[in-house]
C-alpha cells in the first residue's frame, strides 16, 4: 500500500512538474510576444542610428529592407534614416486578455471560425515555426485580433494625396474621418468583452466620412465585419450627391476606394476575412521599418489645428513615401493569395511587426505576379503623439504611401488617431447614422 | 435689386413667417454659441444643352452656396447645427435662343383641318371672320361658338404637340409660348404663370427657393439609451432606395422644368419647410438597427414643376397641354377637326379647356405627415413608410359649369372637356429592402408603395376621371463586373432597375366606334397603362483614378416602346469638372387614345349616330388622336422623343 502511495504521489508531483513547465513555457511565449526586446534590440552590423541609407550605401542594407525597398532606394526614389529601435509596449489589459485566455483556442480543421471560443488577447502568441503549415494562418489571426486601434480610436482629420509619380504633382486631395470601434473581443474601455445587444454578433466596424473635397463630400463608408469569419463583410455607401445608403457588392471593396491607390481590403495592411486567402508563414528576419516617434519627426504645418499637431510630411519620389525614420523591428514575414480566382492581386508580402501585429509594410503583386503596389504605413510611438494617446498602448498608425509602381501614381494618408472612446460611439456605427448626418 | 423687391412684395405671409423662421435660423448661427467656423462650400456651373431642331435649350449658369455652422449644445440638444443651401442661377436660354423659347417665341398658327387642310387660329367653324373657309356656315341659332380674337390673336403660338407629331387628324389647338408677362394667354394662376425673369432666375420666385435649404439639425442621447435627431426647416427628405424613380422618395416635390427627368434628384427636389423626427434605437436583441421617424411637411403646398408651356423641359408636355387649354377657357380657340371629325371648330370662352388650378392654400389640412420605421433585421435593410399628402401631380376634374356651344346655356354638362385642376389627398403605404446575394455577388434594392386617393384621366366617367388605388414597386440589382481587357484595376458598375405600375381599378374598353370598324376609333377609358414597365440600365466605368468616368445610361419604357440613351463622360480636374452628355431618344413617340371629341356633351349638336342610337346619351364613343390623352400612355420618355439633346456641363467647386 504505501508503495501505490508512494507511486501515487510520484506521478501527481510529475504531472504537477510537467504542468508547471508547460505553464512556464507558455508564459515565457507570451512575454517573449509582446516584449521581444527585454534582452535588447535587434543588432545589425552596420544599421547604426543616424545612418542614412541612400542608392550610394543601400548595398548595407540589403538584409533588413525587402528587394523592392532597396530597389527604390537605388533608382534615388527615396533615403531612409535609421533611428534607434522602441518598445512598442501594448495595452497591458491586451496583455492580460491573452494570458487569461491562452491556450483556449485552436485553428479550425480548414478555413473558419477558431475553435475552442475565442475572447480576447492574441490567440497565438507563440513563436511561428516554419515546419508548421499553418503557421501563417495563426500570425494572420494574430493580426486579425491584434489591438491594433485598440477597442476604438478615430483619425480625425485624415488626409489623402492623389500624386502623379512623374509630374511630382498632387492631383487630388481628400479629407476624411475614420472611426473604428470593436464590438466584440474587447479588452479596455467597458463594456468587455463585448457591446450588447449585438445581434449580428459583429467583431468590429468601421465608418468612414468625407468632409472634403466637394464632389464627394459628405461620402460615408461603413463595413461591418463580424464574429464568423465565413460571413462575408457588409459595407454600404452613402452618396452625398444622392443622399442614399446603396449596399456594396463585394467586389467593391477590391476596387479602388474613391479613386485612390487603395482598395477597401487594403486598409490597415489587410482589411478583409481571414478565410479570403491562403496564409504562409515565410521566417522571421530583423528588418527596418517605420517605427517612430511622431513628435521628433519633420513635421508639415500645412494643415492647421487648433491644438497645434501637425501631420507627417512626405519625401522622395513623387512625394509618396513617408518622412519619418525606420528602426530595426523583429518581423515575421507572411504571404497571402486570394482564395478567389477573379480577385484583382495574386498575392502580398506582409511584413508582419512580431510586437504590435501591425502590418507597417506590404508588398502587393498583380495577377500576374508582378510588382504592383508598395504599401507602408508609419507607426507611431503613442507616448510621443498626442497626449490623449500617452499611455494608451496602441502602435497609432501615422502615415501611409501606397505606390502603384506599374501606374507611377501614390496615395498618401496623414492621420492625425485619437485613441478616444467617445469619438467611437456605437451610434455612429449603423446605418442610420449616415442617412442622419449625411446633409 | 428690382427682381428681389418684386418678389418679397408678392410672397404670401405664410413664406414671409418662414422666411422670418430662416431668418432667425441664420441668426442663431452668428450667436454666441457658434464658436466654430463655418463650413462653406459650393460651386459655379455652367451648363449648355443643345436639342435638335431646337437649337440652343439650356444656358444655364448656377452659383450654389453650401453653409453649415454648428452651435454646439443647445436646449438639451447635442450637436446642434444650422445648414443652408443657396442657389442661383440665369438660364440664358431666353435671352439667347428667344424666339424658340422667350419673348419672341411663337408664330401666327393653321389649325387642322379635314375639309380646308388647315385653317388659321381664329378662322375654324363659328368664326366671324370673313377670311374664314367657315365664313357663313349655317350653325344653329343662339350658338356662342367664335374665339375671341381680341384678347386672343393668332401669335406667338405652336400648335399643340406639333414638336412631337403632325395633328394627323386629332385635335390640337394654339399654345401660346411666350413668358406669362409677355403673353398671360394660358396662364394658370398659381401654379403656371412665370414671367420671363422667373424662368431666367427660376430660383427667385414667390417661394423664396434661391433659399433651398435652411435647417438646424440637432441630437439628444436619452436617457433610455436611444439617440433623438430633429431636424427643422426647409430640407430634403429623402426616402427609398433606387435610384431615378420615386416610390417611396415623395416627400419633396420636384422641379422637372430643370432638365426633365434626367438631373440628380438631389438638384430638383423642392425642398419644403417641414419637421424630421427621428429616434435612433440602435440595435437590440432582434435587430442591428431599429429606426422611428416621423415628418411633417408643414409648408405651403407645393406641386412638381412640371414646365409650363413655352418652357424648354416640360415633361409629357402637360404645361403646353395645360396652357393652350385654359387660353381656350379664357378666350376660346380653334380646335382641329373637332365638328364631325373634320372641321377645325371655333369654340368661344368659357365651353372647353381648364377654368383654373385650384392650388390648396396652407392649412393644416394641407400639410403632409408620414412615418418611416427603417432598420437592419439580420443582412437585410428594410423600411416601412406611410406619407399622407397631397398629390405632386394635377387631376383634371370635369363636371365644373360651362356654356353650351350651341345654345349659350350654363350648366354642368356630363363628359364635356371643360376642367378644374384638383391636388387631391393621397394615402401612400410601402415600404423597402435591401440584400447582398453572395452567391451572384449582387447587392439588390427592392421598393413597393401602395396609394390610395389617386386620380386618373377617364373618358368612361361623366366627370372624365376616377380614382384609382395603385400599386408600385422597382427592383434595383448592382453588380460590379471586371472587364480586366479594357479595365485591370477597376470594376464596372452595371446597375439594373425596373419600374412597374399597376393601376388597380383600371378602365378600359373598346369603344363603340372600333367595334363597327370606324378608323381613328380606339378604346375609350383610361390612358394610362393598366400595367406598365420601365427599365434602366447603368454601365460605369472610372479610370485615372476615379477623375475619367465614362457611363452609358439607359431607360425603356416597355409599354410606350419609347426609350432613351445617353453615353456621358464626366472628368474631373482639381476643383474643375467637366460633364459630356448626349442624350438619345428611340421608339415610337407619340400615342394616340381617344379625345372625347365623340363624348356628345352638347346633345344633341354633338351627337353622332352611336349617341343618337342611345336616345342622345352622352358617352365616349371612341374618336382619338395623340392629343391630348396619348401623352399619358406615351409617357415622359415618349413625350420627349424629339429632344434628343448634346448637353455640356462645366463646373467649378470650392
Known amino acids: ?439 | 435689386m428690382k427682381v428681389r423687391l418684386h418678389y418679397f412684395k408678392n410672397i404670401s405671409v405664410f413664406k414671409k413667417k418662414t422666411a422670418l423662421l430662416g431668418g432667425a435660423l441664420l441668426l442663431a448661427s452668428t450667436s454666441s454659441y457658434a464658436n466654430e467656423p463655418a463650413d462653406i462650400s459650393g460651386f459655379i456651373e455652367n451648363a449648355t444643352s443643345v436639342r435638335e431642331d431646337r437649337g440652343l435649350s439650356k444656358f444655364r449658369n448656377t452659383l450654389q452656396l453650401e453653409y453649415s455652422k454648428n452651435i454646439g449644445n443647445f436646449a438639451g440638444f447635442n450637436d446642434v447645427s444650422i445648414n443652408g443651401t443657396f442657389r442661383a442661377s440665369y438660364d440664358g436660354v431666353y435671352d439667347l435662343n428667344d424666339d424658340e423659347f422667350g419673348a419672341k417665341a411663337g408664330r401666327a398658327i393653321n389649325i387642322e383641318d379635314q375639309n380646308f387642310g388647315s385653317v388659321p387660329h381664329g378662322q375654324g367653324l363659328g368664326s366671324t371672320n370673313p377670311d374664314s373657309p367657315y365664313f357663313g356656315a349655317p350653325l344653329p341659332p343662339g350658338h356662342v361658338l367664335g374665339v375671341n380674337i381680341t384678347n386672343n390673336p393668332n401669335s406667338g403660338m405652336i400648335v399643340l404637340g406639333e414638336n412631337l407629331h403632325a395633328t394627323n387628324g386629332g385635335v390640337a389647338f394654339g399654345v401660346p409660348v411666350r413668358p406669362c408677362d409677355v403673353d398671360s394667354r394660358g396662364c394658370i394662376n398659381g401654379y403656371m404663370d412665370k414671367t420671363e425673369n422667373e424662368l431666367r432666375f427660376s430660383e427667385f420666385n414667390d417661394n423664396l427657393d434661391f433659399i433651398r435649404e435652411l435647417y438646424m439639425d440637432a441630437s439628444m442621447d436619452l436617457d433610455s439609451g436611444t439617440l433623438f435627431n430633429l431636424k427643422v426647416g426647409k430640407q430634403q427628405i429623402v426616402w427609398g432606395r433606387t435610384d431615378l424613380f420615386r416610390v417611396l422618395d415623395i416627400i419633396n416635390p420636384v422641379d422637372f422644368s430643370r432638365n426633365n427627368i434626367y438631373d440628380e434628384l438631389e438638384d430638383i427636389r423642392i425642398p419644403l419647410w417641414s419637421i424630421a423626427a427621428e429616434w435612433q434605437y440602435g440595435a437590440n436583441e432582434t435587430f442591428d438597427d431599429i429606426n422611428l421617424q416621423l415628418v411633417w411637411v408643414f409648408d405651403e403646398f407645393r406641386p412638381n414643376n412640371l414646365g409650363q408651356g413655352g418652357e424648354p423641359n416640360a415633361i409629357l408636355d402637360a404645361g403646353s397641354f395645360f396652357r393652350g387649354f385654359n387660353n381656350c377657357w379664357e378666350n376660346g380657340c380653334t380646335v382641329a377637326n373637332f365638328a364631325g371629325g373634320a372641321a377645325a371648330t371655333d369654340f368661344g370662352p368659357g365651353q372647353i379647356g381648364i377654368r383654373h388650378a385650384n392650388v390648396p392654400s396652407w392649412s393644416v389640412d394641407n400639410t403632409s405627415y408620414g412615418f418611416k420605421i427603417e432598420g437592419v433585421y439580420q443582412d437585410i435593410g428594410f423600411s416601412v413608410n406611410a406619407f399622407s399628402y397631397l398629390s405632386q401631380l394635377p387631376s383634371l376634374r370635369g363636371g365644373i359649369e360651362a356654356t353650351n356651344s350651341f345654345t349659350g346655356e350654363k350648366d354642368v354638362w356630363p363628359y364635356l372637356i371643360a376642367f378644374d385642376i384638383e391636388f387631391p389627398r393621397i394615402n401612400m403605404f410601402g415600404g423597402s429592402l435591401d440584400f447582398y446575394s453572395e452567391s451572384i455577388d449582387s447587392a439588390f434594392r427592392v421598393e413597393s408603395a401602395y396609394t390610395t386617393g389617386e386620380e386618373f384621366a377617364n373618358t368612361l366617367k361623366p366627370r372624365l376621371f376616377s380614382e384609382s388605388d395603385v400599386f408600385r414597386w422597382v427592383l434595383g440589382v448592382d453588380k460590379n463586373i471586371f472587364i480586366r481587357s479594357i479595365n485591370a484595376n477597376k470594376a464596372f458598375l452595371v446597375s439594373f432597375q425596373t419600374f412597374g405600375q399597376h393601376i388597380l381599378d383600371h378602365e378600359l374598353e373598346q369603344s363603340i366606334g372600333s367595334d363597327v370598324g370606324l378608323p381613328s376609333f380606339g378604346f375609350v377609358g383610361m390612358p394610362d397603362w393598366k400595367d406598365n414597365y420601365i427599365s434602366t440600365l447603368l454601365f460605369k466605368g472610372w479610370w485615372l483614378n476615379d477623375s475619367l468616368s465614362p457611363q452609358i445610361l439607359t431607360a425603356y419604357d416597355w409599354r410606350a416602346k419609347s426609350g432613351v440613351i445617353a453615353p456621358s463622360i464626366d472628368w474631373i480636374k482639381g476643383n474643375f469638372r467637366f460633364t459630356l452628355t448626349a442624350n438619345i431618344k428611340f421608339g415610337d413617340g407619340a400615342k394616340e387614345f381617344s379625345d372625347c371629341r365623340t363624348c356628345n356633351p352638347f346633345n344633341p349638336f354633338t351627337a353622332t349616330p352611336f349617341h343618337t342610337a342611345e336616345g342622345g346619351a352622352s358617352f365616349d364613343a371612341g374618336l382619338g388622336g395623340f392629343e391630348p390623352l396619348g401623352r399619358f400612355r406615351a409617357g415622359p420618355i415618349g413625350m420627349a422623343n424629339k429632344e434628343s439633346e448634346l448637353q455640356v456641363t462645366f463646373r467649378y467647386s470650392f
Open chain 1, 1 to 439: 500500500m504505501k508503495i501505490f502511495n508512494k507511486i501515487k504521489y510520484a506521478v501527481a508531483i510529475s504531472a504537477m512538474a510537467v504542468l508547471t513547465a508547460n505553464a512556464t513555457k507558455v508564459d515565457e511565449a507570451i512575454e517573449k510576444s509582446f516584449y521581444p526586446y527585454k534582452n535588447g534590440f535587434p543588432n545589425v552590423e552596420n544599421i547604426k542610428p543616424g545612418l542614412v541609407i541612400t542608392k550610394d550605401n543601400v548595398d548595407i542594407a540589403k538584409d533588413v529592407l525587402d528587394p523592392e525597398m532597396i530597389q527604390h532606394i537605388k533608382d534615388g526614389w527615396v533615403e531612409i534614416t535609421v533611428d534607434k529601435s522602441t518598445d512598442f509596449i501594448l495595452n497591458n489589459s491586451y496583455i492580460e486578455a491573452t494570458k487569461n485566455n491562452v491556450g483556449k483556442v485552436k485553428l479550425p480543421e480548414e478555413k473558419g471560425n477558431l475553435q475552442g471560443g475565442y475572447i480576447a488577447g492574441r490567440p497565438f502568441p507563440e513563436e511561428p515555426q516554419l515546419d508548421d503549415p499553418r503557421a501563417g494562418e495563426k500570425l494572420a489571426w494574430n493580426f486579425q485580433f491584434g489591438y491594433n486601434w485598440g477597442d476604438g480610436a478615430a483619425i480625425d482629420p485624415f488626409y489623402w494625396r492623389y500624386r502623379n509619380m512623374n509630374s511630382n504633382k498632387v492631383e487630388r486631395e481628400l479629407k476624411f474621418d475614420f472611426h473604428f470601434l470593436n464590438w466584440a473581443h474587447r479588452v479596455n474601455h467597458e463594456p468587455l468583452p463585448e457591446i450588447n445587444p449585438n445581434p449580428s454578433e459583429l467583431f468590429r466596424s468601421i465608418y468612414v466620412h468625407v468632409e472634403e473635397p466637394y464632389d464627394v463630400k459628405n461620402t460615408q463608408l461603413l463595413i461591418h465585419r463580424y464574429q464568423n469569419d465565413l460571413k462575408r463583410d457588409n459595407a454600404w455607401l452613402y452618396l452625398g450627391f444622392q443622399r442614399r445608403v446603396r449596399r456594396l457588392a463585394t467586389g467593391q471593396v477590391t476596387d479602388s476606394f474613391l479613386g485612390s491607390d487603395l482598395m477597401i481590403e487594403d486598409f490597415e495592411g489587410y482589411n478583409g476575412r481571414i478565410s479570403d486567402m491562403n496564409w504562409k508563414y515565410l521566417g522571421t528576419k530583423s528588418m527596418l521599418l517605420p517605427f517612430y516617434n511622431h513628435n521628433e519627426q519633420a513635421l508639415t504645418d500645412e494643415f492647421k489645428e487648433k491644438d497645434g499637431y501637425k501631420f507627417v510630411d512626405f519625401h522622395g519620389k513623387g512625394g509618396c513615401f513617408p518622412n519619418v525614420t525606420y528602426q530595426l523591428r523583429k518581423v515575421y514575414v507572411l504571404e497571402s493569395s486570394p482564395i478567389d480566382s477573379n480577385h484583382p492581386i495574386s498575392k502580398r508580402r506582409h511584413f508582419v511587426d512580431a510586437q504590435t501585429f501591425t502590418l507597417p509594410r506590404t508588398i502587393i503583386y498583380d495577377r500576374a505576379g508582378k510588382y504592383w503596389k508598395s504599401w507602408m504605413i508609419g507607426q507611431a510611438h503613442p507616448d510621443h503623439h498626442l497626449a490623449i494617446n500617452k499611455g494608451s498602448g496602441v502602435s497609432i498608425d501615422d502615415s501611409f504611401g501606397m505606390m502603384d509602381v506599374q501606374a507611377m501614381h501614390c496615395t498618401t494618408g496623414q492621420f492625425k488617431g485619437i485613441v478616444d472612446p467617445d469619438l467611437n460611439e456605437p451610434k455612429m456605427f449603423n446605418v442610420q447614422y449616415m442617412r442622419t448626418s449625411g446633409k
